[in-house]
């Protein structure tokens, strides 16, 4: 039997993960950046590898203590991000090839030189957007899913086991989030809106829970977040697309932790109005001036008040939440002064109307 390099790649990852949770060594990460060589090579793309890492972790766990399975996951999780690395880099690689493609052929249908010129300079500029979209997409369902890990060290530690399985189903969660989330990207980073299948969505659902995978991000810094019920607690249900929701409030939420002082208050509230439903996501943060308002929705833009309270940050977060805003056929507002915090308001239209 004749084995292809895609089922040779799938072979090899179990092996390899199992290795490198026995051992820790620095060999298995090696390998880790091989087998994402020829991931790409075999054309199996992120929610592939995804979906592989939790089949493998699956079996590795399979007769392991609870706490040799929480330690076994947080180190898991450290091989995947050596992987998606790996995979981001070897990735580049092959969008500078495509780069080269394109100037070939650019050449071959005999473009003026300012023609090949523009179109390498777009073909680069969007590489690099791609790729920054990736790393900043990816990082938030993985942070989510380590930060629910160390509470699951954290629990176990205290002697507190009831909570264990509501933490990890939660880590996996995220990581199946990492998976659909992977698809959505590459369009979305290129300046159009992207394509979403929109169905009815129970809009206070996705709000709980973008709160809950935004509190360890709070509390490390003493914010408070407040989900505000109106007194009716009506079920609110929107035309959307429950995975670009997650990204929009996660995005939302994340900004508004960073750029809010220690000890300061977001407030997440929603209401139903005519035929829309609209959300808020409110900071008692450092705010911005009319100049940046402006520009607030521009790709790499970061204003300098932010790059001073956040040096790291890539200004994709508010762009991509725009474009998914709009693909849902909302809209989104943003009210804020400086020293007097933030309000973004997302505007979506309701399931019924």
């Not at 298995?28 to 790409?40: D, E, H, T, W």
């Not at 206070?204 to 991000?217: D, F, K, N, T, Y």
């Not at 900071?283 to 521009?298: A, C, Q, T």
Request: glycine content about 8%; some cysteine.
């Amino acid at each position: 039997m004749v084995l292809n390099a895609s089922q040779l790649s799938a072979e090899d990852y179990g092996p390899t993960l199992a290795h490198y949770l026995a051992a820790h060594d620095e060999g298995a990460l090696y390998r880790a950046g091989v087998l994402s060589q020829r991931f790409i090579e075999s054309g199996l793309g992120p929610e592939d590898i995804i979906a592989l890492h939790s089949e493998s972790l699956e079996r590795a766990l399979d007769g392991m203590s609870y706490r040799e399975q929480v330690r076994a996951s947080a180190d898991a999780h450290q091989f995947l991000l050596e992987v998606m690395i790996a995979y981001g880099v070897k990735y580049k690689e092959y969008l500078e090839l495509k780069l080269s493609e394109t100037l070939r052929d650019a050449e071959s249908r005999a473009l003026r030189d300012r023609q090949r010129a523009q179109e390498a300079e777009r073909l680069q500029r969007e590489k690099g957007e791609i790729l920054g979209v990736i790393a900043h997409e990816l990082r938030s369902p993985l942070t989510v899913a380590k930060g629910t890990i160390d509470l699951a060290e954290r629990s176990l530690a205290r002697g507190e086991v009831e909570p264990l399985s509501h933490l990890l189903v939660s880590a996996r969660e995220a990581l199946e989030r990492l998976s659909r989330l992977s698809g959505d990207l590459v369009e979305a980073s290129r300046g159009e809106v992207p394509r979403l299948e929109c169905s009815p969505v129970e809009i206070v659902g996705i709000l709980r829970q973008s709160c809950a995978w935004a509190q360890p991000a709070a509390q490390s810094k003493g914010i408070a977040i407040a989900l505000e019920d109106p007194p009716e607690e009506p079920t609110l249900v929107v035309m959307g697309n429950a995975d670009a929701l997650l990204s929009i409030y996660g995005n939302l939420l994340s900004n508004a932790i960073r750029y809010t002082p220690a000890n300061g208050r977001v407030t997440v509230r929603y209401r139903s109005e005519d035929n829309t439903v609209w959300t808020e996501v409110a900071d008692s943060g450092i705010g911005m001036p009319p100049e940046v308002l402006e520009r607030i929705f521009e790709r790499f833009y970061r204003a300098p008040d932010a790059r001073r309270a956040e040096p790291q940050g890539l200004g994709l977060g508010l762009a991509l939440v725009h474009q998914m805003v709009e693909a849902q056929k909302g809209h989104i507002e943003v009210d804020s002064l400086p020293g007097e915090g933030s309000r973004f308001r997302v505007v979506l239209p309701r399931a019924d109307a």
